[in-house]
């Protein structure tokens, strides 16, 4: 079965504390993996598409990167306003645009 | 450029009721999704139409839901009956076509009491 699987399921850093997001995923015919960040009460917001394994992709403090397996959502010296869950999606084998989304990593950054 | 818009933010029903949720997509976008989050857990896809016609359909519970597309434009998705396993953000979400990044509305939050 096609699953996409994302740890921690929270965490917490402090200010400036760099860390990393982990998102794995087992599917077939793999069409582009897709990160979102999601803020309470609101939409996910898109960030990054990565397409083929070693790409990589940055947006101010936040590095995605792509292998065969998973891909890792770096990030540099959070800020508090970094605060959100952060989702990861696969575009796979089924219809074109048919995303299969992780439960997120609910991310906290103290000051 | 405005983003895609839904309505009504927030609904509460008893169970066996039903509920229209409706959105707006950005202007332009060819492909329209409508997908249900229940807390803590990530967005799963309902239905997902092209212009006008569905594209797929195969997770959408047929029994109690429906959605149509008129025009190609705005889409409606409609819950009739209800039951309480329904209580979920229902998000709407548009892309220039199939292989683009999805952009979300704000969603719709559904309590079935």
């Known amino acids: 079965e096609d699953q996409v699987t994302q740890s921690p399921e929270a965490l917490r850093l402090q200010e400036g504390e760099s860390s990393s997001l982990n998102c794995s995923y087992t599917v077939s015919g793999l069409r582009g993996l897709f990160w979102y960040r999601q803020d309470p009460g609101k939409g996910p917001e898109f960030l990054f598409t990565l397409y083929s394994a070693g790409e990589e992709k940055e947006k101010e403090r936040l590095k995605a990167t792509l292998t065969k397996k998973e891909s890792f959502l770096h990030i540099t010296a959070p800020k508090p306003e970094d605060s959100a869950t952060y989702l990861c999606a696969v575009d796979y084998g089924g219809s074109q645009g048919n995303l299969i989304f992780g439960k997120g990593t609910k991310l906290s950054v103290k000051p | 450029e405005a983003g895609v818009a839904q309505s009504p933010r927030y609904k509460i029903i008893e169970k066996r009721q039903s509920v229209a949720f409706w959105c707006n997509p950005i202007?332009?976008?060819?492909?329209l999704y409508w997908y249900q989050q229940i807390l803590g857990q990530g967005p799963k896809l309902l239905i997902q139409?092209?212009?006008?016609?569905?594209?797929?359909d195969s997770q959408l519970p047929k029994d109690r839901f429906s959605a149509e597309r008129l025009k190609g434009v705005d889409s409606t998705l409609k819950i009739q009956p209800a039951k309480l396993e329904d209580s979920a953000v229902y998000l709407c979400a548009s892309s220039l076509d199939t292989a683009n990044e999805q952009f979300f509305g704000p969603g719709t939050r559904l309590t079935v009491l």
């Open positions: 139409f092209q212009n006008n016609g569905v594209v797929d």
């Open positions: 202007s332009g976008h060819a492909t």
